[in-house]
């Protein structure tokens, strides 16, 4: 036993002896941006020159949906008539043409042998700010085509507002209510791909590389076994963690523990193993005989939340990630007729989003500040369930019956925004990946 | 004071049973009930019974040891159901429990599979451990009336299997539920009068 708790201190999941702050250290800003000027709070305004060559229609399009999507840029569009087809510096300069449109930044794509020469004007000070030419992967409308632009808008953005896009990501999910099987798609909701051959998926979960998931199964005999898929070869392996249920794995930070929900007559709680090598398997929580599933790592691996129904009915709990320390999160009063399910920790550590129900009511899904736990209703209309963050730690993907049958939409914590990603019934259990591209 | 309650469960059943009325409908009636109905059919007294007549004795009673073994079955496989959210034994869960300890108590060399299920309300991985523990909830049942534990294997299915799929009370209570199958071994001993105690 003191084997096997050391070897796990050895290994992947170190424990502090105290709990930080859950909030990684935000990262200083990795590139120059290009000191445009407007006021906080508002969005700035970018045009897409029109892009020359066989795909540029393709490529300024992607470039303005990526940002728009983004909703930290407003897309300005504006297309011939006279008005100029680039911008020019100097005495009869005209970049007071495309001020008066509201653009703070012009960005001018020049199809190159390899890629794209990209320079971003800064139209205040009447002058290019910055250049750079990016390489384009595969053959133009490929899947590894578009996610290369998806990185190039992700770095512009980063250029104009500080802030990484999240646009070279994708999002597993479940596609098809019973004996689903899984899928990923583009953030933009280009190229729904199937990965593996299994069917019953449930709960997919990301490699923090981006390089794997894992996800549960459940077959004839029940539920489920768990099965790591890696996406560069489409198979996938099953973990081994003996019999009985086995359900909703997510990696650790590191990426080199899972921890996953076990059941057997004395209950349902969390538990820890390898991810990629037959290590042993660690008890996390303790629950008696109640149900303890759907855990969410802290970003930096110290904390986990998770769902109990140790109180009688759902609520999130926080504990730290050898299950010490448990501790309610969501506020419970006696009485209380409420079910909070599903947390997802946000990746700057800052809110757990989660899903709630009343009596009689739809799910909504809602987010719990880690600082004051304060709580904000995201959604309101329809049934809304399962939500996963993005990288940036604003957009999130759930499903929810809004607009009929379940489909995935992604929502802009800031504004209420939202869009609908897929357009087949039928699907569920996302999960937004990491960035898969820079 | 388990075997107190079966043995007073027991003649509550038979009570009621031999009074021919007030009895719940069941899909499949319980052995112990059709017992009392061949006892007063007595053997009709001799001229003796010749070849046909002793085919005919012996087909009735293969007929009536297939139609006890079929309703040992029905018990032993009826679906139970619970309420919003709980894993609870109800008093009609309780009932058709206690109907299925006998069965196993004479069939050692069955086992079982008990499945649990939920309805489409509540989050659908949360679902995955509420069935378990209802699935959980049944085999303490009758493990706490002597059934070797060994001889149940509990699953989950949470809300994937409905038995049916409209979203309102009376198919979400359908769905609440544990289904028991038999995995190994076939329903050979049936309950006869004598073994009412």
Not at chain 1, 211 to 228: E, K, L, M, P
Not at chain 2, 84 to 103: E, G, N, Q
Not at chain 2, 130 to 148: S, V
Not at chain 2, 152 to 166: D, K, L, N, Q, W
């Amino acid at each position: 036993m003191l084997r096997l708790a050391s070897a796990l201190l050895a290994g992947a999941m170190i424990i502090a002896p105290h709990a930080r702050a859950y909030a990684q250290a935000t990262p200083p800003p990795e590139a120059v941006v290009i000191g445009l000027t407007y006021d906080p709070g508002t969005k700035p305004g970018v045009l897409v020159l029109r892009v020359p060559g066989a795909n540029g229609d393709s490529i300024r399009s992607i470039l303005q949906n990526d940002f728009d999507n983004g909703d930290r840029i407003n897309v300005i569009a504006k297309d011939g008539g006279g008005f100029p087809d680039s911008p020019t510096a100097g005495r009869n300069g005209n970049y007071q043409l495309y001020a008066q449109l509201g653009a703070h930044a012009i960005v001018q794509v020049t199809p190159t042998a390899t890629g794209l020469h990209i320079a971003v004007h800064n139209v205040a000070q009447a002058k290019v700010a910055r250049v750079r030419d990016f390489p384009l992967d595969g053959a133009p409308d490929s899947r590894e085509w578009r996610m290369s632009l998806h990185a190039i808008s992700d770095e512009l953005e980063l250029w104009i507002t500080g802030v990484r896009g999240i646009a070279a990501t994708r999002i597993a999910f479940v596609q098809g209510a019973r004996n689903g099987r899984l899928y990923v798609i583009d953030s933009d909701g280009a190229f729904p791909t199937p990965v593996g051959n299994e069917s019953g998926v449930m709960s997919p979960s990301w490699h923090p590389k981006g390089t794997h998931i894992a996800f549960s199964v459940i077959g004839s005999r029940g539920c489920c076994q768990i099965y790591v898929a890696d996406l560069a070869s489409s198979t996938s392996r099953q973990l081994a963690v003996g019999t009985g249920l086995n359900s909703t794995p997510v990696f650790a930070p590191d990426g080199a523990v899972i921890v996953y929900t076990h059941g057997e007559e004395s209950g349902t709680d969390l538990f820890a193993t390898t991810a990629f090598d037959r290590g042993p398997t660690r008890r996390i929580t303790v629950g008696r005989g109640t149900d303890n599933t759907t855990p969410t790592f802290s970003p930096d691996g110290r904390k986990l939340a998770f769902t109990s129904g140790r109180l009688g009915r759902p609520e999130i709990y926080i504990s730290d990630a050898d299950g010490t320390n448990p501790e309610l999160l969501t506020s419970y009063n006696f009485g209380d007729q409420n079910y909070r399910a599903n947390p997802d920790w946000s990746p700057d550590g800052r809110l757990i989003a989660f899903q709630s129900i009343l009596p009689g009511a739809q799910f909504q899904l809602n987010t719990i500040s880690l600082r004051d736990r304060s709580v904000k209703a995201l959604t309101s209309d329809g049934s809304n369930e399962d939500a996963s963050w993005a990288p940036d730690s604003r957009h999130l993907i759930f499903s929810s019956t809004r607009t009929g049958t379940k489909q995935l939409f992604v929502i802009d914590s800031e504004s209420g925004r939202w869009r609908q990603l897929t357009r087949n019934g039928g699907v569920r259990l996302p999960a937004w990946s990491p960035p898969l591209k820079r | 004071m388990h075997r107190v309650t079966r043995a007073l469960a027991l003649s509550v059943v038979a009570t009621v049973a031999l009074a021919g009325c007030r009895r719940k409908p069941e899909p499949a009636p319980a052995p112990v009930q059709t017992t009392p109905v061949s006892n007063p059919a007595p053997t009709p007294p001799p001229p003796a019974c010749d070849a046909a007549c002793e085919e005919a004795k012996r087909r009735a009673a293969d007929e009536e040891r297939r139609r006890l073994a079929e309703a040992a079955r029905g018990s032993l496989t009826a679906t139970i159901y619970f309420d919003y959210d709980r894993s609870d034994i109800t008093d009609d869960a309780r009932t058709k429990l206690d109907a299925k300890v006998p069965v196993l108590t004479q069939n050692t060399g069955i086992r079982i599979r008990i499945a649990g299920h939920t309805d489409s309300r509540g989050s659908d991985e949360y679902n995955l451990a509420l069935g378990q523990r209802r699935a959980a909830a049944a085999k303490r049942y009758l493990t706490d009336r002597g059934i070797d534990a060994g001889r149940i294997e509990i699953v989950s299915f949470g809300e994937e299997r409905p038995a049916c799929t409209s979203e309102d009370e009376s198919c979400w209570s359908r769905n609440r539920r544990d289904e028991f199958e038999i995995t190994v071994g076939e329903i050979t001993a049936v309950q006869t009068s004598s073994s009412v105690r």
